[in-house]
């Protein structure tokens, strides 16, 4: 099922924007990052947090901790930045978080597919 959502990003880095439900997994195709803030630049902050999960055919791994797709990526003012555009896949109970170094400065939109793995 094809889904999209929008963030006004606040001044918290670590704020929890996605978690992802238990039997579902979660196909994130794009995520972009607008600065509607007509004058100054904005730094991005996301990660996603790990759950503790075992994946299929991959050895050497860390089962959980936060990963950052973005950190203090600076965004110019009245600009837009392709934060991802190439597929991941975030597991059950896998938390995206995020924010900017100033409030309402920076809008994030998502657009993914949620996928039944129950």
């Known amino acids: 099922k094809g889904e999209s959502v929008g963030f006004a990003l606040t001044a918290t880095t670590t704020t929890t924007l996605m978690t992802v439900a238990a039997n579902k997994v979660i196909k994130i195709n794009r995520i972009t990052c607008a600065n509607v803030d007509g004058t100054n630049a904005a730094d991005l902050t996301l990660s996603i947090t790990k759950s503790n999960f075992?994946?299929?055919?991959?050895?050497?791994?860390?089962?959980?901790?936060?990963?950052?797709?973005?950190?203090?990526?600076?965004v110019p003012a009245d600009a837009t930045l392709v934060i991802l555009d190439t597929p991941i896949y975030m597991m059950e109970t896998d938390v995206l978080k995020g924010g900017a170094n100033a409030a309402s400065d920076l809008e994030l939109f998502i657009s993914y597919e949620a996928i039944d793995d129950a």
């Open 54 to 74: 075992t994946p299929d055919g991959v050895d050497n791994f860390d089962t959980s901790g936060t990963f950052h797709l973005a950190k203090t990526v600076s």
